[in-house]
């Protein structure tokens, strides 16, 4: 991964460019990196604040082989390996909230990961990877309703290099999609409790249908969340929002 590279100044989303050089051909691996964005997408619609100079903000073209069902887990594996990046790049212990947003112990949140997926019929033709790490934003840069939510990996004093953790991260994700390939994500299962911080925990979970508490118990091989509710029923979550101690 990363040996076909694209670095701008300026783009208004690394995930839409790398969408469409995809879609003009661009080979598995294809990285695009800004030092800005200016329309960052977000899960769900939500913007991605990405100011420059704050953070890393990189979109990888992926070309699997696997069938779409195994697109959303992809997303868990590169939690986990952009968590292990950043421990061992950045000296920096973030946590896993399902499915795959980092947060800094203070449960701040550090990373999104976005994936977009151009697929026909049940065949994948590409897809696209996106990460956002926040390394330098201080907590008066992010726009008041970030505060508090949102966090960087930098303390003062203490210097990250942008480069060494793009480095990692890359040559952590080329070996962990590559056993992804062949093994799925139950081969990240065990990284990626490990490194939770939503199991064991009262959540609220915001599906299409509507909001729901329960005690997050469980992920099985497929990523999917069980939620036990009050009345003491299981519940499998397959995609929602997740939101802790909720009041
Ligand atoms: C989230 O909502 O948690 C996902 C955020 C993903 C942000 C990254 S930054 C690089 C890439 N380009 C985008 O427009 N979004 C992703």
Known sequence: LG?????????????????????????????????RQTAGRGRRGRPWFSPPGHGIWMS???????????????????????????????????GIKWPNDLLLPDGRKVCGILSEMSAEAEEIRFIVLGIGINVFGREEDFPPELRGVA?????????????????GLLGRLEADYRIYQNEGFRAFREGWERLNVSLGRTIAVQ????????WARRIDDDGALWVETDEGRLEKIISAEVIFDPG
Do not use: C, W
Not at 151 to 167: C, H, K, Y
Not at 207 to 214: D, L, P, R
């Open 60 to 94: 990888v073209v992926l070309r699997p082989t696997f069938p779409v069902f195994r697109a959303p887990q992809l997303t868990l594996m590169a939690a986990v390996s952009v968590a292990e990046a950043i421990r061992e790049r950045a000296g920096v212990s973030v």
């Open 207 to 214: 599906t299409q249908s509507g909001q729901k508490i329960g």
């Open 151 to 167: 966090g960087s990996l930098a303390q003062p004093g203490s210097p990250i290099s942008r480069t060494a953790l793009i480095q």
């Open 3 to 35: 040996r076909h590279m694209t670095v701008l100044e300026t783009v208004d989303s690394t995930n839409r460019y790398a969408f469409a050089e995809a879609e003009g051909g661009a080979p598995e691996g294809y990285t695009v990196l800004a030092e």
